[in-house]
C-alpha cells in the first residue's frame, strides 16, 4: 500500500498525559499537512511541512502541540498534558508541489485514515 | 474573512435520483475548489477540483460541479444516486497559488440514499 499511513488509529488518554501521532506520506512528496476533524465538523488545518521545513502553523495548534518532519520523510504530531478539548480525528495528507525541473507541479493533498483520539 | 458554507448538514435522496450538495465560498479572489468524499473510518478521498480551467468539472463516481463565479458557489451533483454513494461530502477551498497548502473546509454535508 503506498497511500498516507497514520499510527496509531486509535488512542484513549486520561487527561494530562502526552500522545504522539505519526504519518507516513507517500514516498514522493515532499509536502505533508497536518489537520484536525471534530465530530461534525470539517478538517481545520493545523500545520505543514515542505520537506523538513515547518511553513506554516494554524493559531489552533497551541504551544501544547508540536509537529516535527525531522528527515522530510515521516512527521510526528505530539500533543503534551491532554485536554478533554482534544478529543478529536488528527488527519494527515501530503502533496507534491515544485518544479523538478519541469512546469510547477501543484498536486491534491492524499489523506490518510486518520488518528482518532480520545481523551478521558 | 474567507470562508465556505455548505448549506444542509444532512441531505437525504432516493436511490436514482438527484443529487445536488450545496457550497458556497466567500472571496474577492478567485479560489480553488475542490469536493472531498469521506467514508466512515476512512480518510478524505477526492472527488474533483476547480482550478480556473473549465467552469463544469467531472469528478469520479459520476459526480460533477459547476463553478459559478457570480453566484459564488460550487455546487455538486450526480444525475442518479446510488446506494454507494452514501456518505459525508466536503467542500474545500484554496486561496493563492493553486497549490492545495492549506485548505480551507465546509462543515460537511451527509448524504443518505434511500432504497
Known amino acids: 500500500d503506498t497511500g498516507v499511513s497514520q499510527n496509531p488509529r486509535h488512542k484513549i488518554t486520561k487527561r494530562g498525559q502526552n500522545v504522539t501521532f505519526r504519518c507516513d506520506p507517500i514516498?514522493?512528496?515532499?509536502?505533508l499537512y497536518w489537520y484536525r476533524q471534530t465530530l461534525g465538523q470539517g478538517p481545520e488545518f493545523l500545520t505543514y511541512?515542505?520537506?523538513?521545513?515547518?511553513?506554516?502553523k494554524s493559531r489552533l495548534l497551541s504551544d501544547r502541540f508540536s509537529a516535527e518532519r525531522p528527515k522530510g520523510s515521516f512527521s510526528t504530531l505530539e500533543i503534551q498534558r491532554t485536554e478533554q478539548g482534544d478529543s478529536a480525528m488528527y488527519l494527515c495528507a501530503s502533496s507534491i508541489f515544485g518544479l523538478a525541473g519541469g512546469p510547477l507541479r501543484s498536486g491534491e493533498l492524499f489523506f490518510g485514515e486518520g488518528s482518532r483520539l480520545t481523551v478521558l | 474573512a474567507q470562508s465556505v458554507t455548505q448549506l444542509g448538514s444532512h441531505v437525504s435522496v432516493s436511490e436514482g435520483a438527484l443529487v445536488l450538495l450545496r457550497c458556497n465560498y466567500s472571496?474577492?479572489?478567485?479560489?480553488?475548489l475542490f469536493w472531498y468524499v469521506q467514508y466512515p473510518n476512512q480518510g478524505l478521498q477526492l472527488l474533483l477540483k476547480?482550478?480556473?480551467?473549465a467552469t463544469l468539472v467531472k469528478g469520479i463516481n459520476g459526480f460533477e460541479a459547476e463553478f459559478k463565479k457570480s453566484e459564488t458557489s460550487f455546487h455538486l451533483t450526480k444525475p442518479s444516486a446510488h446506494m454507494s454513494d452514501a456518505a459525508e461530502y466536503f467542500c474545500?477551498?484554496?486561496w493563492g497559488s493553486g497549490s492545495a497548502r492549506q485548505l480551507t473546509f465546509g462543515s460537511g454535508t451527509q448524504l443518505t440514499v434511500l432504497p
Open positions: 511541512f515542505q520537506n523538513e521545513a515547518q511553513l506554516e
Open positions: 472571496s474577492s479572489v478567485p479560489p480553488y
Open positions: 514516498s514522493e512528496h515532499n509536502r
Open positions: 474545500a477551498v484554496s
Open positions: 476547480y482550478t480556473s480551467a
